[in-house]
């Protein structure tokens, strides 16, 4: 087989379709565009999205306000409070608060400073509030971060 012997194969080829080429080519007089009208027309098309002048859906629905954030980091948050339930001197990280069902599994933590903690505990986390920090620190114990 030669390069000019290559040829498509039998029906893969369809010959052109000739509009407007008079009535036997079946195609003839308006050409498959029907009678009349604005897509009979040359140059006849309407916009995408026109509904007939319905107010189109991309009018119709509310604009989103605002902008969000695509670096915002989202914690699971735990009052200083719920941490009394340890035991006094316990290291207290997202593993052990984990056990005790205070956090779900894959997000960062975060201590927040709503109630009372009266036991000296290590907390390890990734981020605290400053009245978590001072509350646990008041109460004798240290408030790592973790990263």
């Known amino acids: 087989m030669r390069l000019h012997e290559l040829r498509p194969p039998k029906g893969a080829v369809k010959k052109e379709k000739r509009v407007g080429r008079g009535q036997a080519s079946g195609r003839g007089g308006t050409s498959g565009r029907g ?14 999205g026109f509904e007939g002048g319905q107010t ?3 009018q119709r629905l509310p604009k ?8 915002r ?10 941490l009394d339930v340890f035991k006094a001197g316990s290291v207290v990280d997202s593993e052990v608060m984990l ?6 599994k894959g997000l960062p933590v975060k201590i927040l400073g709503e109630g009372e903690i009266t036991k000296a505990l ?9 009245a978590a920090a001072e509350k646990i ?6 408030a790592e971060v973790i990263s």
């Open 35 to 48: 009678h009349k009208g604005q897509k009979a027309r040359s140059g006849g098309n309407i916009r995408p």
């Open 56 to 58: 189109p859906l991309y």
């Open 64 to 71: 989103l306000p605002g902008f969000k954030n695509p670096f």
């Open 73 to 82: 980091k989202v914690f699971t948050t735990v009052n200083a409070g719920k």
């Open 99 to 104: 056990q005790q069902g205070m956090v779900k």
């Open 122 to 130: 290590t907390v390890r986390a990734h981020a605290f509030s400053k």
């Open 137 to 142: 620190e008041k109460a004798g114990g240290k």
